[in-house]
């Protein structure tokens, strides 16, 4: 079965870092595109970044500006997101996903999905 796990959420102070991973297990982890979203009390699930372990290819939505960035350990599984500079407004769950032909920042592409870890941005 494909598992996801995502891991490394918490309560940071505007300004700050996060780094969260998603671990992979269940499928041959470079032949799916891994992505991360977001989803905020209130508002639609959106997408954050996403990325190609066989090539590195990678796509970011547009609010990252250059603040977040998103790497791979074939050896480990993982997929990473680092974070910094940190807004409130970054405040979300925030989900891995896979999936074997699905690509970029809509969740409709992506079938398999972790658990969520929670984001906490303080102002």
């Known amino acids: 079965d494909v598992q996801l796990q995502a891991s490394g959420g918490g309560l940071v102070q505007a300004g700050g870092s996060l780094r969260l991973s998603c671990a992979a297990s269940?499928?041959?982890?470079?032949?799916?595109?891994i992505a991360w979203f977001r989803q905020a009390p209130g508002k639609e699930r959106e997408g954050v970044s996403c990325?190609?372990?066989?090539?590195?290819?990678?796509s970011y939505g547009d609010f990252m500006e250059g603040r977040f960035t998103t790497t791979y350990d074939n050896a480990k599984n993982t997929v990473y997101l680092q974070m910094n500079n940190l807004k409130p407004e970054d405040t979300a769950v925030y989900y891995c996903?896979?999936?074997?032909?699905?690509?970029?920042?809509?969740?409709?592409?992506?079938?398999?999905w972790g658990q969520g870890t929670q984001v906490t941005v303080s102002s």
């Open positions: 996903a896979a999936d074997y032909s699905g690509w970029g920042t809509s969740p409709h592409d992506f079938d398999y």
């Open positions: 269940g499928f041959i982890f470079d032949d799916y595109n």
């Open positions: 990325i190609s372990s066989s090539d590195g290819s990678h």
